[in-house]
């Protein structure tokens, strides 16, 4: 099965702040910030949301297509790409511009503010949709481009793709019309909390009005879990404990990995989302994107033993 991420490439320079944003951050002056961390480091990993998914994914022992944008120095996210077999030849490099780069410090807390430079995603992809089969593929919009994540939802609803839609960082971008509209052409919505909250405010629908234009959503709640909603109610999935975890960074990208292996293997939404949260559990115990590794054996060893078998 042809497996379609579209979205970010990007490098992620991530830090480590041994503190607390809550205690440098003034509730009654956030219209007057002026506040700067000192941190404990700086790494530099392979990001964006469809190099990050399409990670999780070759773990899985699948062999996604990664439709995106990439900048002049593309050479070593190629490299990784070949290292770990994912494919290149779907990702248009853009000579003009850099690779897009997030720059994301991390509290004790696990909370992130992130600063992001868009690069080449400021450009279009570009996709021949002709070159797959629609009853052979799966498809997920991750955050990216806004065009790209527009059209290519309408092209997943025009062929009979089955299509994940996951806005994601890009929401404050959305006009309410525009947003509501790709939600209702995919099959799936997947996001956090925070970004329900987020989706209910620009759409002014409530979660359970979104619900009618999708065939299921899925909330991630991080240590709380996951919902599954759809208009028949709410199943919870539980979290996945870990307890050395360190960094949330590519968590839910992992989490979708996850996810998109269970649909495609034709397993139960339950099964499916469990499987996200035990990817999900593999990222947070290491720092940075694209830097946790499972063996299937290991993977299913622990979907058993949190979830059975």
Same mark, same amino acid.
């Given at each position: 099965?042809?497996?379609?991420?579209?979205?970010?490439?990007?490098?992620?320079?991530?830090?480590?702040?041994?503190?607390?944003?809550?205690?440098?951050?003034?509730?009654?002056?956030?219209?007057?910030?002026?506040?700067?961390?000192?941190?404990?480091?700086?790494?530099?990993?392979?990001?964006?949301?469809?190099?990050?998914?399409?990670?999780?994914?070759?773990?899985?022992?699948?062999?996604?297509?990664?439709?995106?944008?990439?900048?002049?120095?593309?050479?070593?996210?190629?490299?990784?790409?070949?290292?770990?077999?994912?494919?290149?030849?779907?990702?248009?490099?853009?000579?003009?511009?850099?690779?897009?780069?997030?720059?994301?410090?991390?509290?004790?807390?696990?909370?992130?503010?992130?600063?992001?430079?868009?690069?080449?995603?400021?450009?279009?992809?570009?996709?021949?949709?002709?070159?797959?089969?629609?009853?052979?593929?799966?498809?997920?919009?991750?955050?990216?481009?806004?065009?790209?994540?527009?059209?290519?939802?309408?092209?997943?609803?025009?062929?009979?793709?089955?299509?994940?839609?996951?806005?994601?960082?890009?929401?404050?971008?959305?006009?309410?019309?525009?947003?509501?509209?790709?939600?209702?052409?995919?099959?799936?919505?997947?996001?956090?909390?925070?970004?329900?909250?987020?989706?209910?405010?620009?759409? #002014?629908?409530?979660?359970?009005?979104? +619900?009618? %234009? @999708? =065939?299921?959503? &899925? $909330?991630?709640?991080?240590? !709380? #879990?996951?919902?599954?909603?759809?208009? +028949?109610? %709410? @199943? =919870?999935?539980? &979290? $996945?404990?870990?307890?050395? !975890?360190?960094?949330?960074?590519?968590?839910?990208?992992?989490?979708?990995?996850?996810?998109?292996?269970?649909?495609?293997?034709?397993?139960?939404?339950?099964?499916?989302?469990?499987?996200?949260?035990?990817?999900?559990?593999?990222?947070?115990?290491?720092?940075?994107?694209?830097?946790?590794?499972?063996?299937?054996?290991?993977?299913?060893?622990?979907?058993?033993?949190?979830?059975?078998?």
């Amino acid at each position: 099965m042809d497996i379609l991420v579209s979205g970010s490439m990007a490098y992620d320079r991530i830090m480590d702040f041994d503190g607390q944003f809550s205690s440098h951050i003034l509730p009654d002056q956030l219209d007057n910030i002026n506040v700067s961390f000192t941190v404990n480091s700086l790494t530099e990993n392979f990001g964006g949301t469809a190099g990050n998914i399409a990670y999780s994914l070759s773990l899985l022992g699948e062999k996604p297509r990664i439709l995106a944008t990439i900048g002049q120095d593309y050479h070593r996210y190629f490299e990784w790409l070949k290292q770990i077999g994912v494919s290149t030849d779907d990702i248009r490099v853009v000579e003009e511009e850099l690779t897009a780069g997030a720059y994301i410090t991390s509290d004790t807390q696990n909370n992130q503010i992130t600063g992001f430079n868009p690069g080449a995603m400021k450009q279009q992809s570009g996709f021949d949709f002709g070159s797959v089969d629609p009853k052979d593929c799966l498809a997920i919009v991750a955050p990216g481009n806004l065009g790209d994540m527009a059209e290519f939802t309408a092209e997943h609803e025009k062929r009979g793709i089955y299509s994940i839609f996951d806005p994601g960082q890009s929401l404050p971008a959305w006009e309410p019309s525009a947003l509501a509209k790709c939600i209702s052409q995919s099959r799936m919505l997947v996001c956090n909390d925070y970004e329900m909250e987020m989706i209910c405010s620009n759409t #002014g629908m409530s979660r359970e009005q979104v +619900a009618t %234009t @999708v =065939e299921t959503i &899925v $909330v991630t709640k991080g240590g !709380a #879990g996951c919902d599954i909603v759809t208009t +028949a109610g %709410t @199943v =919870e999935i539980p &979290v $996945v404990p870990a307890v050395d !975890a360190v960094d949330p960074t590519g968590a839910g990208d992992a989490f979708r990995g996850g996810l998109i292996k269970g649909i495609v293997q034709g397993l139960s939404m339950e099964r499916a989302v469990q499987m996200g949260n035990v990817a999900g559990h593999y990222a947070v115990r290491k720092w940075g994107t694209q830097q946790y590794s499972f063996t299937m054996a290991e993977f299913n060893a622990q979907l058993a033993q949190h979830f059975g078998s």
